[in-house]
């Protein structure tokens, strides 16, 4: 339709200082322009990043600021250069929401690594308007980074496979792990790590859950079908299953040691690193050498990868495990996330949710 005269004023949950708390904030969102998608929210998940990015744990935060970044809408207009998309689609958005669309990365479809991409919240648009999240009524985004979500899939569902889903998806299919017969190990039994558990094995892996404690050992056997269960301070055990490992999927988000991981691959294993740290991890060399192992990083997924999983966690009829709330929830939410009290995600009832109490 183009664009509008007039720029829509909605309501978001912001917060406006580094406490993180969060409250409704009134703004006005850009024009929809030719390649725009206007969509309203139904459904956002709530990530471990965000606290990050609330808290300022990175020193980049600028406020007021609405996070959310696992975004599920109903599309209400598009731009008249939109092609993918119609009113009534139903709709995902990820981390990012504008890229270069030139640069090498871009080019090759990984726009995940341009270096001018923009994020979702936390950032500002080429025009230096900020750009705001999912925890609100609305969001207007470029169509190249808006996928369908597949039909049967329910948004508050499909909201965390956006980056959960996405964030393991993509590095097994990057490095040549999607063949079957694979033993991999999950570190961290969070948001991320419990889609890693459940990825790996609809891809026929023989999964490890690796945890500081024994308290998630039913929950990772039972309940998302894990082989088998270490505790890493279990050093006879650690010992036990050195060397078996293909790759480890590490989601921990907090300091830790890297070497009693690192044991446990094969020669060529890959020790992949999902968390978001703001400190120096450390490892001895030989570690690596005497395995020809790797320590490697991933960050989401492309566009591409989205739809490619999204089609995958329909066909093996994958869901994330989540906890409804609404938004008048939602700081005691990111309190319990801290405590990791959560099994496994937030989703928050955006559209069923009075956003000015």
């Known amino acids: 339709m183009g664009s509008l005269e007039t720029e829509r004023k909605i309501v978001g949950w912001a917060a406006t200082d580094s406490t993180g708390h969060l409250a409704p904030y009134t703004y006005s969102l850009r024009d929809t322009g030719p390649e725009d998608v206007f969509i309203k929210v139904i459904s956002c998940g709530i990530c471990h990043t965000d606290i990050h990015q609330i808290k300022n744990d990175l020193g980049m935060s600028h406020y007021p600021m609405v996070p959310g970044h696992e975004v599920v809408g109903e599309v209400v207009e598009v731009g008249s250069d939109v092609t993918k998309f119609k009113a009534g689609d139903v709709v995902g958005v990820g981390v990012i929401v504008g890229s270069c669309k030139n640069c090498h990365p871009c080019k090759s479809e990984l726009e995940q690594y341009c270096n001018k991409k923009i994020w979702s919240y936390n ?4 025009d230096g308007k900020p750009t705001q999240g999912g925890f609100a009524e609305s969001m207007v985004v470029d169509q190249k980074f808006v996928v369908r979500i597949p039909d049967g899939m329910s948004p508050e569902q499909a909201a965390p496979l956006l980056c ?9 299919k990057h490095f040549g792990l999607k063949q079957s017969g694979l033993r991999g190990g999950i570190l961290g039994l969070g948001g991320v790590g419990h889609m890693g558990v459940k990825v790996a094995k609809a891809m026929g892996h023989h999964v490890t859950v690796i945890s500081s404690s024994d308290k998630k050992r039913e929950e990772a056997m039972e309940h998302l079908g894990a082989d088998e269960y270490l505790v890493s301070s279990d050093v006879e055990s650690m010992q036990k299953a050195a060397d078996q490992l293909d790759y480890i999927i590490d989601t921990v988000p907090v300091v830790h040691p890297l070497e009693p991981y690192l044991s446990l691959l094969k020669l060529d ?69 801290e405590k990791n009290d959560v099994r496994y995600r ?7 949710s009075k956003l000015i109490p």
């Open 123 to 126: 950032d500002v648009y080429t």
């Open 164 to 172: 959960a889903g996405l964030t393991v998806y993509s590095p097994l």
């Open 269 to 337: 294993g890959k020790l992949i690193l999902m968390g978001v740290i703001n400190t120096p991890l450390q490892f001895v060399s030989p570690m690596v050498m005497l395995g020809r192992k790797s320590i490697t990083g991933s960050f989401i997924g492309s566009m591409k990868e989205t739809e490619e999983m999204l089609e995958f966690c329909k066909e093996k009829g994958l869901a994330s495990m989540i906890e409804v709330i609404k938004m008048d929830y939602i700081n005691t939410a990111f309190e319990r996330l």
């Open 346 to 352: 937030f989703v928050v009832d955006v559209a069923g």
